[in-house]
């Protein structure tokens, strides 16, 4: 079912009928707090689970419940939508629930005397909130404004992935859907072949954009101006003092929960551009990131969630502009479901495979060969979906 | 010294004062910026992209 059609009411009139909705992305974080305290005051060790059910299971149904949302704000409505306060503090907010969930969760992990089986639950739930961070790391780390730009690396540190400051803006956006970029998953690459690709070539290149960067001032990389390594000393601040208070027992959980995070991040990436590819010009340039070049969910439920990631092609085309005024495009490639169903899809490689390759070749008219193909299963794409043998295209 | 504005988010690269923090000192003419060169904001807009702003700020 779709709540709200495609509307374009007159702008002095328009109002924003998620405004007050937003709030979710600041209450949904507290999830592994509200299971903690099930968990403790009924005495059910279920409740330690309860943030990834909800994430994996019931954001999924409420996805299929609640439906689609397709309104666009007007573009005459859309400076005073920016400028309005209220956004910013929904994502300003995000951060003392997250910090609030890590410490909580570490000195439960260390001082509750709980079960192992328990402390494991405890540990995935404060790891999906601080993947969740990293989606509201995005949305501040992509502003002018220096406030929203140290947020972001305050938010960024639990998960241990300080370098996506770099890597996303100046690496991922440049290079998106393209084969050279490590965070664009390709046709027929499962997500257990993306994950080590993505995570390891992001790396690899934030180092290196920020290696570039400071020899250009005239400086070595091992400097502290070097952003990596300033915002890697914020996580190695946050789990030290973490690690003094409660002893360095306390260690495995933070990394175990930053592992979660990152990985959260990771699957996200890995369902944003799955197959999709820029097609190069005649001056050897890539032609310019197109709604086509993402997928998008209008899923209401899940974009409060998520500060409207999935309508990720306008993202991608206006990366500077705010949450509240992404719009949908009719011509952009949609998911099935919103990303929290779609997360699960992406760990069932078959079932992803089955879903996604026929939207990526009917997204292509049936051309495979215009795909971002993964090449260890080129030969074989290429046979099963009927296209000519690369050469014979050469030839 | 000219000034060049992004056609995408409106970041303007003004050549009297450069861009300090990704390396490009005051005075680097926009000619001289490497051709890879993309917009330090939005880093969707490359080179091509920008506009010579007419003379108008000193």
């Not at chain 1, 409660?246 to 890995?270: K, M, T």
């Not at chain 1, 999935?310 to 099935?336: C, G, I, V, W």
Request: charged share 20%; aromatic share 12%; glycine share 8%.
């Amino acid at each position: 079912m779709t709540t709200q059609t495609l509307a374009t009411g007159t702008p002095a009139a328009w109002k924003d009928g998620k405004r007050g909705l937003w709030m979710m992305g600041v209450l949904w974080p507290a999830l592994p707090l509200i299971s903690a305290a099930l968990a403790l005051s009924t005495g059910m060790g279920l409740f330690w689970w309860l943030t990834p059910v909800v994430i994996y299971g019931v954001l999924p149904l409420l996805d299929r419940l609640v439906g689609e949302d397709r309104v666009n704000a007007p573009e005459s409505a859309v400076a005073a939508l920016e400028n309005d306060r209220y956004y910013r503090m929904a994502t300003f907010l995000f951060i003392p629930v997250q910090y609030i969930c890590l410490i909580g969760g570490a000195w439960l992990a260390v001082s509750g005397g709980l079960p192992a089986l328990d402390i494991l639950g405890l540990a995935v739930s404060v790891g999906l909130v601080s993947g969740a961070g990293i989606n509201t790391a995005h949305e501040l780390g992509h502003k002018r404004e220096n406030l929203e730009r140290w947020l972001a690396r305050i938010t960024l540190a639990p998960a241990m992935y300080g370098h996506f400051y770099v890597e996303h803006n100046r690496g991922h956006h440049v290079r998106v859907a393209t084969p050279e970029d490590p965070a664009s998953s390709r046709l027929g690459e499962s997500f257990y072949a993306f994950w080590p690709r993505s995570v390891w070539g992001s790396l690899t290149s934030a180092w290196h954009l920020e290696k570039v960067r400071l020899e250009r001032q005239g400086k070595s990389v091992w400097n502290w101006r070097n952003d990596n390594l300033q915002s890697w000393a914020m996580t190695l601040v946050l789990f030290g003092a973490l690690a003094l208070w409660l002893g360095p027992i306390v260690l495995p959980f933070l990394i175990f929960q930053g592992f979660i995070g990152f990985s959260l991040l990771e699957v996200v990436n890995y369902l944003e551009h799955y197959g999709l590819v820029r097609q190069k010009e005649a001056s050897g340039r890539y032609e310019r990131c197109k709604p086509e070049h993402s997928w998008n969910s209008n899923h209401t439920v899940t974009n409060l969630m998520l500060y409207h990631l999935q309508r990720h092609s306008d993202h991608h085309a206006n990366p500077m502009r705010r949450y509240q005024a992404l719009r949908h495009f009719e011509q952009a490639p949609q998911l099935p479901s919103g990303y929290a169903g779609m997360i699960v899809v992406a760990m069932i490689p078959p079932l992803w495979r089955s879903l996604m390759d026929k939207r990526v070749l009917a997204h292509y008219q049936g051309d495979v060969t215009r795909a971002n193909i993964h090449p260890p299963v080129r030969e074989k794409i290429l046979a099963k979906y009927g296209a000519m043998q690369p050469q014979t295209v050469e030839a | 010294m000219d000034r060049y504005e992004c056609n995408g988010c409106s970041y303007v690269y003004d050549e009297s004062k450069g861009d300090i923090h990704n390396g490009y000192p005051a005075g680097t003419r926009f000619s001289a910026l490497p051709a890879d060169w993309c917009c330090p904001d939005c880093a969707v807009r490359e080179k091509p992209d920008f506009l010579k702003l007419a003379e108008a700020a000193a």
